[in-house]
Structures are given as C-alpha cells and as structure tokens.
Antibody, heavy 116, light 113 residues
Framework: EVQLVQSGGGLVQPGGSQRLSCAAS????????MYWIRQAPGKGLVWVSG????????TYADSVKGRFTISRDNAKNTLYLQINSLRAEDTATYFC?????????WGQGTLVTVSS | DIVMTQSPDSLAVSLGERATINCKSS????????????LGWYQQKPGQPPKLLIY???TRESGVPDRFSGSGSGTDFSLTISSLQAEDVAVYYC?????????FGGGTRVDFK
C-alpha cells in the first residue's frame, strides 16, 4: 500500500526538542521531493520545510529557519524533521507530504504540543 | 511570497445544490512555458490529513468524483461542487506550487444549509 506513516510528537516544554519521522512505503521514496506542512489547532495549512529527492537541497519557512532541520534516509525510506528551541506558536499537527507538483500523498499527521 | 486568498470563508449549501469556492493568487501562477497553472485544491475533513482533489487548476485526481471541478487561470481560480453530497462537508484549501514557499489559501468551510 502506498502510504506515509508518521511517528514522534507529543508534549514538549518550551525550548525543548522533538524529532518527527515519516516512513514511506509502496512507492519509490528516493525519487520524490518531500515536504513538512503544519496546522495549528483550528487553523489553516502552513508549509514548513522541503527536501529534494537526494537530500542535498533543503528549504525552510522563515519562521522555523535555524531551529528546524529536515533530512531523509533513502535507504530507510524515511523523512525526518528535527525541531529545536520549540515555542508555544510551534504547537500544531505536523504532516509530511509527497511532492508531485501538488502534494499528492499525506501522512496521517502528528501533534506537537509546546507547553510547560 | 505568493499570497492565496480564498472566498468565502464559509458556505452553506442545500443537499444537491452547487457550491463554488474562489481563490485568488497575488501573482500569476501560470507557467507560460508549459501553459500550466500551478494550482491545487484539497479537501480536509476533521481529524484527517488533506486530500488532493484537483491539480494544474482543472485536472481531477484519480478517484475524485466528477462533481468536483476546477477552473481558472493566471490569478483567479474556482472549485465547484456541482451537486453537494453529505460526504462533501469539509474544509477546502487552494494551494500554489508555482514557487517555494508553497502557500495555501485560508480555507473555506462547506456545510449544509
């Protein structure tokens, strides 16, 4: 089955860190750009970061630059997002997505809650 | 960044009636080299990830019912649900993938009247 299965997330204190994972199956993961998108509770969709198929090109939203790091392991068919120096405004459901022009495949989402 | 503006914010439609959502980009998202508009439409139901409905502004994703259609070019786009069904109650987002950062509209909530 073609799918993205996410793990990680949960409650973290301000200033803390989390690593989110997104495991791909059923397709040639190594051929696709991948994105992270987030959605604050009750709000809209916001692009966070992107990585090319080989992992050599990365891009970030200004709001997370310097704090978040996107990476991938094509041998493990897995995408990662390391999130550091977390702030209350980073509280959101984080989705990974496969890029085929539009985002044609989404992970189920994982909630990161930043609170003391 | 390209700003995507959707209207209306919410829409109440009777079962079987037509629903139309508009989306405007702050700059053209038409690639003149291939004549494609880099615009997608997504449906999101509570507790679920978004689902791609339409891409290239008017191409229906595989498996999407033909009551969903997209139109427009340049900076002005629309999504039409020709006959609203119960399962169509959701929030709908437009998204440009012409440039990074990709950006989404604010969303339109579609419900029953």
């Amino acid at each position: 089955e073609v799918q993205l299965v996410q793990s990680g997330g949960g409650l973290v204190q301000p200033g803390g860190s989390q690593r989110l994972s997104c495991a791909a199956s059923g397709f040639a993961f190594r051929k696709f750009w991948m994105y992270w998108i987030r959605q604050a509770p009750g709000k809209g969709l916001v692009w966070v970061s992107g990585i090319d198929s080989e992992g050599s090109v990365t891009t970030y939203a200004d709001s997370v630059k310097g704090r978040f790091t996107i990476s991938r392991d094509n041998a493990k068919n897995t995408l990662y997002l390391q999130i550091n120096s977390l702030r209350a405004e980073d509280t959101a459901t984080y989705f990974c997505g496969r890029v085929a022009g539009p985002i044609d495949l989404w992970g189920q989402g994982t909630l990161v809650t930043v609170s003391s | 960044d390209i700003v995507m503006t959707q209207s209306p914010d919410s829409l109440a439609v009777s079962l079987g009636e037509r629903a139309t959502i508009n989306c405007k980009s702050s700059q053209s998202i038409l690639n003149s080299s291939n004549n494609k508009n880099y615009l997608g439409w997504y449906q999101q139901k509570p507790g679920q990830p978004p689902k791609l409905l339409i891409y290239w502004a008017s191409t229906r994703e595989s498996g999407v019912p033909d009551r969903f259609s997209g139109s427009g070019s340049g900076t002005d786009f629309s999504l039409t649900i020709s006959s609203l069904q119960a399962e169509d109650v959701a929030v709908y987002y437009c998204q440009q993938f012409f440039a990074i950062p990709i950006t989404f509209g604010g969303g339109t909530r579609v419900d029953f009247k």
